[in-house]
């Protein structure tokens, strides 16, 4: 039967009332962009973080921001997070036709994900993605940065960077396929060994190094797994956020690191 997967951290990660996600989300963008600066070539994929939005909203800001030129283009988002939640073997995708937000249903393409279904390390799982919050918190930036797109959702769990880089690979597409993989950097750590960790983190993924564990980043598989595609493809990455929540909203003595990152081809 066909479902719409609830929101599950409307109200607790974001603002749950369409008005006040609206004000947060638009703040975010516009203290993302750059006066002055011409318009940025669309990037093919890029990393960013899954917190509260009031520690990491800012950082992903900085990563929806360069997606404006491709507002139109863009019609289908390829979305990999970490699990949370759930113990997944390989990559979890729902049943459900649409994830719910307070700004309405997002679809699934129903196509492409019938297609991912059939990789040997896909599963149909909607435990897995029930009360997953690192998917959930991308889609409202989404629907006020992109104009029409479905996206084929996936939840990452004990999986390798070639079985995500598989899945990559097949979905890839033209310039209407984004792909967005959702991940944190260190946790808990006090603020000034969280920075050093951090850059070290942020230098290895600009570096192309597919090698992350999740001490670095909890989304390390599915971005080891882009930086397999990533070299494939000859795409650079660009770093353009890095900070923590000692930054942001938290205090300095146990703090998360986030970044925002991306993916484009050689100028």
Not at 38 to 53: C, T
Not at 83 to 102: D, I, N
Not at 223 to 238: S, T
Request: aromatic share 6%.
């Amino acid at each position: 039967m066909s479902t719409v997967r609830a929101a599950a951290v409307a109200g607790l990660f974001y603002p749950g009332a369409p008005d006040a996600l609206a004000a947060e989300v638009r703040a975010h963008l516009a203290a993302a962009a750059s006066p002055g600066a011409g318009p940025h070539a669309p990037p093919k994929a890029i990393i960013v973080p899954h917190a509260g939005y009031i520690y990491s909203g800012a950082i992903a800001g900085r990563g929806y921001e360069r997606l404006a030129a491709a507002r139109k283009t863009i019609r289908r988002v390829v979305l990999f997070g970490p699990a949370h939640r759930a113990r997944v073997r390989g990559l979890a995708v729902p049943t459900a036709r649409a994830f719910a937000t307070p700004f309405g249903e997002v679809a699934l393409d129903a196509d492409a994900v019938a297609r991912a279904a059939a990789l040997r390390q896909v599963v149909r799982d909607d435990a897995a993605h029930a009360q997953e919050h690192s998917l959930e918190v991308q889609l409202p930036f989404l629907q006020r940065t992109l104009e029409d797109f479905r996206i084929v959702p996936f939840a990452v769990g004990d999986a390798t960077p070639a079985e995500v880089a598989e899945v990559m690979e097949l979905l890839w597409g033209g310039a209407e396929t984004l792909i967005v993989v959702s991940s944190d950097l260190s946790h808990y750590h006090h603020y000034a060994e969280a920075r050093s960790i951090d850059r070290a983190t942020a230098d290895a993924i600009l570096a192309l190094s597919p090698d992350l564990d999740h001490e670095q980043a909890c989304g390390a598989t599915p971005i080891n797994g882009l930086i397999v595609a990533a070299r494939r493809h000859g795409l650079r990455p660009e770093l353009l956020d890095l900070r923590n929540s000692g930054d942001t909203a938290g205090d300095k003595s146990r703090v998360v690191g986030y970044a925002s990152f991306a993916f484009g081809a050689h100028p």
